[in-house]
């Protein structure tokens, strides 16, 4: 065999090799690719930091607010001594929203400069593509929610004094209720996001899907829409954090929350596979 014949890789006109996924192949190669691509723009790490300050500033804000009620003259609004695990369980309500812009941009973001045409000449199959995105936001979103809600939690320790506890396994299943929650939110929000591929426009859906829908219609005191209300993804993923709710045990809340997530996907999936980038 000659020289000629033994590299048959396409070259650049400068006589180097095309860019393209890293070697690996297929979903590695793509997921390889969009991880590169997530932690070399600023406003990855920009938007972390702001998930974390505002994590902070929550889980403070809540332990201030755990101790007045209980030391005020009102017994009404008594809490007793909690789980600080409670705590970073409150603050997801703001911190999610942080989570669900770099889940949203790290998508549409592609869109908006065009770049979506050169990821999928790199990544021709589409559901690979989408598949390498989702898994990237997963673990950013999971990893980060664990964490967060790991500092938050303890930062508030203080603040709480005897009105805080920390019982390891309570505490433990909390931290990871937050992390399994911030990766569906963050999985749903990139489908929704390929779907409708506008930054704009996901954050609006995604807004109205998350807070508007559920709480008007848990406001409009009729059971039928208080019943649809508990099947809303966001309303799904804080009866399963919280392990409180008439309306099912705290595993098919986590369950419904997956659903919607899933669905997310074969939609974006749908269309990518049905239009042009």
């Avoid at 369950?255 to 939609?267: C, G, K, Q, R, T």
Wanted: charge should be neutral; proline fraction near 5%.
């Amino acid at each position: 065999m000659t020289a000629a014949t033994e590299d048959r890789t396409p070259r650049t006109a400068t006589g180097g090799r095309p860019l393209g996924p890293p070697a690996g192949g297929r979903l590695p190669g793509a997921v390889a690719a969009e991880w590169t691509k997530a932690w070399t723009v600023r406003s990855t790490w920009w938007t972390l930091f702001g998930a974390a300050v505002l994590m902070g500033l929550a889980c403070l804000q809540l332990a201030i607010f755990t101790v007045n009620s209980n030391e005020n003259d009102d017994p009404a609004d008594d809490s007793g001594v909690i789980g600080i695990g409670t705590i970073a369980i409150g603050a997801v309500d703001l911190v999610q929203f942080v989570l669900i812009g770099l889940a949203m941009v790290l998508v549409t973001s592609e869109y908006s400069t065009g770049t979506i045409r050169a990821t999928l000449q790199w990544i021709p199959r589409r559901g690979e593509m989408l598949a390498a995105k989702t898994l990237v936001v997963a673990v950013i979103g999971g990893v980060t929610g664990i964490v967060l809600a790991v500092a938050g939690s303890l930062g508030a320790l203080p603040l709480l004094g005897h009105w805080g506890e920390l019982k390891p396994a309570a505490w433990l299943g909390d931290v990871l209720a937050v992390g399994a929650y911030m990766t569906l939110i963050s999985v749903f929000s990139v489908g929704v996001a390929a779907l409708l591929r506008s930054a704009v426009s996901t954050l609006i859906v995604l807004f109205l899907v998350i807070m508007v829908v559920p709480a008007s219609l848990q406001a409009s005191n009729i059971t039928a829409f208080e019943r649809v209300a508990d099947y809303m993804p966001a309303v799904a993923g804080a009866t399963f954090m919280r392990g409180e709710s008439d309306a099912y045990p705290p595993a098919v809340g986590l369950l419904v929350f997956a659903a919607w997530a899933v669905a997310a996907l074969v939609a974006a999936h749908t269309a990518l596979n049905r239009r042009d980038a």
